[in-house]
Nanobody, 121 residues
């Protein structure tokens, strides 16, 4: 049973910072791409940041320069450092990872249950 568990969400004032983490556990042979999506009320889920195994990264334009994605391959963990947060960043943040449980398994995309980030004064 493979699962992703997020942590680090909460309430923060505009201009503040939060660090999200997401740990993968279970029967994992290897992990490919890891990333973060978010979904605000009444809106579609959108990509925030993604990081490949070679550490190449991509960001949503509105978070470039404010958010940083990183990963610890030894711990099967991905992080999202969020600085200079804005009310528009308020959403449920979901972790995602492409993983396989054996060398012959197909790659599957897994999702965490999400963590709430609220930016408000």
């Amino acid at each position: 049973q493979v699962q992703l568990v997020e942590a680090g969400g909460g309430l923060v004032q505009p201009g503040g910072s939060l660090r999200l983490s997401c740990a993968a556990s279970g029967s994992i042979f290897s992990i490919n791409t890891m990333g973060w999506y978010r979904q605000a009320p009444g809106k579609q889920r959108e990509l925030v940041a993604i990081i490949a195994t070679g550490d190449s990264v991509n960001y949503k334009d509105s978070v470039k320069g404010r958010f940083t994605i990183s990963r610890d391959n030894a711990e099967n963990t991905v992080y999202l450092q969020m600085n200079t947060l804005e009310p528009e960043d308020t959403a449920v943040y979901y972790c995602t990872a492409q993983m396989r449980s054996t060398s012959w398994s197909a790659w599957r995309t897994y999702w965490g249950k999400g963590t709430q980030v609220t930016v408000s004064s």
